[in-house]
C-alpha cells in the first residue's frame, strides 16, 4: 500500500469520526432546543385566552402586547450576547426561570400596567434561550471539529435549516393542540357555570 492510500484511508476514517461525533452533537442541540421552543409555544393560546378572558383586551390590544414583545426581543439580543459573553452562559441561562415566575406572577395581578411591563420582559428573555443554546452549540463545535472551516460551516448550515424547518412545524402543531385544549376547558368552564346559575335559580 504506498502513502496516497494511507492518507486517502486517514481521511476517510477522519470523516466518518467527524460525521459521527456532528450527529451526536446535532441531536443533544435539537433535542434541548426543540423542547424548549415548545414549552414557549405551549403557553401562546393559553396567553392569548388570559389577556382576551382575564383582562379583557381586544384583539388589537393582544396585537400591541406581542409586537411589545417581538420589539423587546429584537433590541435585547446583542445585550444578552455580551452578558453571555461576560458572566458565562449558565450564571445568563438561569436567569430565565426566574424571569419566567416574575412574569407569570405580574400576569396573574390582573394589573394591565403589569401586563405590559410582563411582556417586556418576556422579550427580553426570549433571546436568552436563543443566545445560551448557540453560544454553547458554537463552542462545542469548535471542540469537535477545530480549525477545519469547511466542517464547520457545513454542519452549522445543516442544523439551522432543520431548526427553522422544525421549530415552524413545532409551533403551527403545539399552538393548535393547546389551543384545542384551552378551548375544551373554556367550553367546560362556560358549562359548569350555566349549571351552577341554573340550579340556583330553581333551588
Known sequence: MDLCEVDECEKFMLNDILHERGKYLQFIYMSAFLLTKASMWAKAPYTFMLFSAYYGFSVGQIGVLYLIDACCSLVSGPLIGI???????????????????????????????????????????????????EAWLNCEISIVYGNLKTYIHHFR?????????????????????????????????????????????FS
Open 83 to 133: 452578558l453571555a459573553d461576560t458572566f458565562g452562559r449558565r450564571m445568563v441561562a438561569l436567569i430565565y426561570p426566574f424571569n419566567t415566575v416574575v412574569v407569570l406572577l405580574m400576569r396573574m395581578s390582573g394589573s394591565v400596567p403589569l401586563a405590559y411591563t410582563a411582556q417586556i420582559f418576556t422579550g427580553f428573555a426570549g433571546n436568552i434561550l436563543s443566545t445560551s443554546f
Open 157 to 201: 448550515k445543516q442544523i439551522f435549516s432543520k431548526i427553522l424547518f422544525w421549530d415552524s412545524i413545532l409551533s403551527l402543531l403545539v399552538t393548535t393542540i393547546g389551543a384545542l385544549i384551552y378551548v375544551r376547558i373554556y367550553l367546560i368552564r362556560l358549562t359548569l357555570e350555566f349549571l351552577l346559575r341554573s340550579a340556583f335559580l
